[in-house]
């Protein structure tokens, strides 16, 4: 009767621990917070062992559940109740995401300032710098516009003996393949500029590299058509200046001719993006641009007057703008 007793006892017992087991193998993973899909396509996968399976994939900012944490993994829940494990580098913090979408506000007033294309893979940082969160990438040759230029150090080990090696850093504003517009920094080795036409040519035989690029107004060519003037601004230094470019060239379309021909130079700046371009639509008024110059004894504001194929410099204005100038 004892032994009957005992036998029913850890049967019991046993039977009650398989149930524990079952159960807490079947509750559902208590959520550990929330995340954001910082690429595109981002594959997810049944596992973290050498044999797994793909089951599905996440798009640029897809918010996610994390579940639980393993080495380089995270395992997540989609909004779909998909549940898989993705590499957890691949995705964004919600603190990291509301600051990408106030980012992405500021830049949607900007002015382009150039256009260009995505040279390899690139990452979008949120600000400029490796050590800035991840928040997009960019697949070669996208287009691109570029909105501003910042500087930061370079990775460690990446610099030489003396003072840390900065790196040129550009904001811009892409709409990839899913057509969804991004926006972020980008290294500015990893951006060619686009210049239109024959203006590489010019722009490299005297050692300029361009950062901005506008379309002044234009001629009409009987052989060509219409031909733009253009607005140039670039730097011949090294990088990590204070300066955004120290270089300005307009170039205008010689009609007899036939090619460009330099109308305005101005070296020895310590420009500021953005240029601020007035192309009136009336083709009686003068086309005037304008921009902040560091100079020993301040900032200052430097505005241009073009006529016709004459560009003439206003007055600096130090510590305001040239605005008034400008509508004279």
Request: charged share 15%.
């Amino acid at each position: 009767m004892v032994r009957r007793v005992l036998f029913a006892l850890v049967f019991l017992l046993l039977a009650g621990l398989v149930a524990g087991a079952w159960w807490w193998w079947q509750k559902p993973p208590t959520p550990k917070g929330e995340a954001y899909a910082c690429l595109e396509n981002i594959p997810l996968w049944s596992g973290v062992g050498q044999v797994r399976q793909p089951i599905g994939h996440l798009s640029w900012g897809e918010q996610v559940t994390l579940l639980d944490r393993y080495e380089e993994y995270v395992e997540i829940r989609t909004p779909k109740g998909v549940v898989g494990w993705v590499r957890e580098r691949r995705l964004m913090t919600p603190n990291t995401w509301q600051k990408t979408g106030l980012l992405a506000a500021r830049v949607r007033q900007m002015s382009a300032q150039s256009s260009g294309q995505t040279a390899v893979l690139s990452n979008l940082r949120l600000d400029p710098g490796v050590g800035s969160p991840r928040i997009g990438e960019l697949m070669p040759r996208t287009p691109v516009e570029i909105l501003a230029r910042g500087v930061a150090a370079a990775r460690a080990g990446a610099t030489g003996a003396g003072a840390p090696r900065k790196q040129d850093w550009l904001l811009v504003r892409a709409r990839p393949d899913q057509g969804i517009q991004m926006a972020g920094w980008v290294l500015a080795e990893f951006i060619n500029i686009h210049l239109p036409g024959t203006l590489p040519a010019y722009t490299s035989s005297e050692g300029l590299e361009p950062i901005a690029c506008f379309p002044l107004r234009s001629v009409n060519d009987p052989a060509f058509g219409r031909e733009p003037y253009y607005l140039v601004a670039g730097s011949n230094g090294p990088e990590g200046s204070a300066c955004d470019f120290t270089m300005l060239r307009v170039y205008t379309w010689s009609v007899p001719h036939q090619r460009y021909e330099t109308a305005f130079v101005q070296n020895n700046l310590c420009g500021k993006l953005p240029i601020d371009v007035s192309v009136p639509s009336n083709p009686q008024r003068d086309v005037t641009f304008q921009f902040q110059n560091l100079a020993p004894l301040g900032s200052q504001t430097l505005a241009y007057r073009m006529h016709s194929t004459m560009v003439r410099a206003l007055p600096a204005q130090t510590g305001t703008t040239a605005t008034a100038d400008l509508a004279r």
